[in-house]
């Protein structure tokens, strides 16, 4: 039962009737100016009573006061499903999703820094002599009075030559010699306009005449010609004497007009990365790649231009600032200055310092400026808006947080801890959605949902102190919090082999070498920044697919812009252990889809199954509709209105945009012919209401079926839907869902799984689960390597590669590598005392 309110806090935030998402009708009371963690295991409804209940509901009523042309400007969370909340005061969110990656966003635009620096150096850095004044605008590389005119602010030129798009002279143009056109009816429609330009498409590429070859790649115009499509050069030619009626017209375009328009244009992700393979990218040799006008470069500070300032890790920065800040700074280091620009440097640097030292008191100090926030973790990111908001000094707002503790080691995470008791003793209430178990121990009130996830969950099982819920039986989180499961001696496997990573170079890894046991479980640790992602995400993944040669490698080329930073290479090689590896598989937290069409059921193979099944069915026999008819992205059996999404846009003008069950369908995304058939009582639409349990019954006596969802059983996902909308996944719950896509799959030869924090996200029961199944992998002769900051996962690993010591350039070496207790006993390593009490 939920204690009673204490007298002990000012006053409480009242909820009655929360139905949002999986809650059941949850009536709670939560204290103001408090540090309340709300926990559960994964899908309890934790984030529905946080997130968008408690949260959504103080945006609501900020908007309310808000002029309804603003609010249609503003991204709004919508209108929480509950009956009453009293007592709540204006709510911030601080949560792990990252909004619209750029590389034009950078810590320093994020944590509002950049403006500073640009004053600083606007007001008092050193002009060359005779440069009037700029303005702090002149030091921005996104606004045009500060952009370097040749990249417009980009730092690269992205050159098209003839060489990137004609790889092979020797071809001719019939065989494809410009690689760069595109492929099937639309390369074949520019081959066929140049035959009735006159070209010859039959010769090798290098034999045709310089000038044809320049105006093919690189003209600007587009004639429109007749095309007599499958006939000979000859016949066009006769064609073209006798004025004959031609197949349609065809418009030519130049293979790099072709390239550019389709890399800024294109939807399609595949599309951009086909054509970002024959453009090369240069540093800008106006701004040597530092993206801005010369007249901003000429300004220095501390003898340094704006650009190699903010490329100094922010502990760097400190230090010079702290000289600025000392009364002689200027005699010393600009004997020349006035007094003007000295009292000037000083009053920005004091401001500066005092926020530079909140994010290096966060454990980021490794971080630069300029570090664009693409290649951040969400965890980092959401650090960088913690300090913000630290620095904002705002009184009497309840900050929710999502997981902050995600992707921090045990060493950072009391920085982190101290970061919220200052927001607490700033007269804030600070509520955070958290599975740290430290986390839980220290909050002021806990709040536990379930009983479990999904429709078994949705009850809050306890409201209280920390030391109340020892007595809630139901609860899966009493028995991690108070009752730490001791670890079953467990006794490290040995490697039938080494993986040797040799003069690895990526990021703060200079010349690393790093060995890693095949037919083992292997956990990367070190604090964040200290190069373990760069390892493993990075260059593990990078030498071994590069060896294997197939398309299981990762790449981030799909989300490719041209304001992207170029992705770097690794430098390395592997000595030793390859013959033993057939796949690599990297199992990621990215979503399984980007649309509502994607779900698990899509995603997993589950749905091919079961149209199938339906297809198989007399009555689908007897009107003739085949597995295609049960699939809602056809249009044989879709619901016209909506095209098989299920739901409406019903535009409201200055208010948020609503999604409505489709009027025609009602949200069953099928036509009503396709519903007439059943299989097992059940229509399609039905099957995808289901939840992996219930469909696990359903299924029993179906073999394919009923192997994918045990495992998605046994992985923990038994509360999802079938035909549950990949954009309402977490990252957790995909990550989880790739998994059990491979564990579903019959093992084709030893393979390298790869994971990435795989416990972010997860509540110390559902990390249990997760581990049985690495393990399973393991057992089958594969090889598992994690990057992990839980303890209780590394401790239970057969290896571990400890990288540090530090972050940054205190980094990117291997400190200790080792069974488990052999790591904890390595007094240099910064993981090992925290280790040592897992095991």
């Not at 320093?108 to 850095?125: E, F, H, N």
């Not at 290098?206 to 095309?227: G, K, N, Y």
């Not at 981030?556 to 013959?579: F, H, M, N, V």
């Amino acid at each position: 039962m939920p204690a009673s309110p204490s007298t002990a806090f000012s006053g409480f935030v009242r909820v009655r009737g929360a139905r949002e998402h999986n809650l059941k009708n949850v009536d709670v009371d939560i204290p103001r100016d408090a540090l309340v963690v709300f926990t559960g295991v994964s899908g309890s409804g934790k984030s529905s009573l946080a997130f968008s209940t408690l949260y959504a509901e103080a945006q609501r009523r900020y908007f309310e006061s808000v002029a309804p042309y603003a609010r249609r400007l503003i991204d709004q969370v919508g209108v929480p499903d509950v009956d009453a909340i009293d007592g709540l005061p204006p709510a911030v969110a601080l949560q792990q999703q990252r909004g619209t990656p750029s590389a034009r966003s950078s810590v320093g635009s994020v944590t509002t820094l950049s403006s500073l620096i640009r004053m600083l150096y606007s007001r008092a850095g050193r002009y060359p002599a005779g440069q009037p004044l700029l303005y702090a605008e002149d030091f921005s590389a996104n606004t045009p009075q500060g952009a370097c005119p040749q990249c417009h602010g980009l730092g690269r030129v992205h050159e098209v030559t003839e060489q990137s798009m004609v790889p092979d002279p020797s071809l001719t143009i019939r065989e494809r010699a410009v690689a760069a056109w595109p492929l099937a009816w639309q390369g074949q429609n520019l081959r066929d306009i140049l035959v009735t330009l006159g070209y010859d498409v039959d010769v090798p590429w290098r034999d045709l005449p310089r000038q044809q070859r320049d105006w093919i790649l690189f003209t600007d115009e587009t004639p429109t010609v007749p095309v007599y499509a499958g006939l000979t050069p000859a016949q066009t030619r006769e064609a073209l004497k006798r004025k004959l009626e031609p197949s349609y017209q065809g418009t030519f375009s130049g293979a790099r007009r072709y390239l550019l328009h389709t890399f800024m244009h294109s939807q399609s992700a595949q599309m951009r990365k086909r054509v970002a393979q024959y453009m090369r990218a240069s540093p800008c040799p106006s701004c040597g790649g530092k993206r801005l006008k010369p007249q901003a470069l000429s300004v220095t500070f501390a003898g340094l231009d704006i650009a190699a300032l903010s490329q100094l890790p922010l502990q760097q920065l400190a230090a010079l600032l702290q000289r600025v800040d000392a009364p002689d700074w200027l005699e010393q280091d600009e004997p020349d200055s006035s007094m003007e620009k000295r009292l000037a440097a000083q009053r920005i640097a004091v401001e500066l310092l005092e926020r530079i030292t909140t994010l290096i008191d966060l454990g980021l100090g490794y971080l630069a400026l300029e570090r664009s926030t693409p290649t951040l973790s969400s965890g980092e990111l959401q650090r960088l808006r913690l300090a913000t908001q630290l620095n904002s000094q705002l009184f009497g707002v309840i900050y929710v947080l999502d997981e902050p503790s995600a992707g921090l080691h045990p060493a950072d995470s009391e920085a982190l801890f101290e970061a919220l008791q200052r927001l607490k003793a700033a007269g804030n209430s600070v509520y955070v959605v958290e599975h740290d178990l430290d986390t839980m121990r220290r909050a002021d009130w806990l709040i536990d949902v379930g009983p479990a996830a999904g429709e078994q969950g949705g009850q809050v099982l306890y409201s209280g102190p920390p030391a109340g819920l020892a007595q809630v039986e139901a609860s899966s989180t009493r028995h991690y919090l108070f009752s730490p499961a001791v670890q079953a001696g467990h006794t490290p496997r040995v490697g039938k082999d080494w993986l040797r990573l040799e003069g690895v170079t990526r990021n703060n890894l200079n010349d690393l070498s790093a060995d890693f046991p095949l037919g083992c479980f292997t956990s990367v640790t070190g604090i964040s920044g200290s190069g373990k992602s760069s390892l493993v995400s990075q260059a593990l993944l990078e030498l071994v697919g590069a060896h294997l040669g197939h398309s299981e490698a990762p790449t981030d080329a799909a989300e490719q812009s041209l304001e992207d930073e170029p992705q770097q290479t690794t430098g390395g090689r592997i000595s030793a252990g390859l013959d033993g590896l057939k796949r690599l598989v990297q199992v990621d937290q990215k979503p399984i889809g980007r649309t509502p069409r994607s779900n698990l059921a899509t995603y997993t193979g589950l749905f091919d199954h079961i149209r199938k099944l339906f297809a198989a069915t007399e009555q689908a026999k007897a009107l003739g509709f085949d597995a295609g008819q049960f699939s809602f992205n056809v249009a044989k059996g879709r619901c016209e209105k909506c095209e098989g999404e299920g739901f409406v846009s019903v535009e409201l003008l200055f208010m948020p945009s609503v999604y409505a069950p489709c009027p025609t369908c009602h949200g069953a995304r099928y036509n009503p012919q396709t519903l007439t058939v059943s299989w097992n009582g059940l229509n399609i639409a039905q099957v995808l209401q289901l939840t992996v349990d219930q469909a696990y019954e359903v299924f029993a006596e179906q073999a394919a079926p009923r192997r994918a969802l045990q495992v998605l059983k046994d992985i923990g996902l038994g509360y999802l839907r079938l035909g549950q909308p990949a954009t309402e996944l977490s990252g957790g719950e995909a990550q989880r869902i790739k998994l059990a896509t491979e564990l579903q799959r019959n093992a084709r030869g030893a393979t390298l799984y790869v994971l990435d924090e795989p416990t972010n996200g997860l509540h110390p029961q559902d990390i249990d689960r997760l581990l049985v199944q690495l393990n399973r992998l393991v057992d089958a002769g594969h090889t598992v390597v994690v990057v992990e900051h839980d303890m209780r996962v590394v401790a239970q690993s057969d290896w571990v590669i400890d990288i540090g010591p530090g972050a940054g350039d205190a980094g990117g070496k291997v400190v200790v590598s080792g069974v488990p207790r052999d790591v904890a006993r390595c007094t240099e390593s910064r993981t090992a005392g925290f280790l040592g009490r897992a095991l």
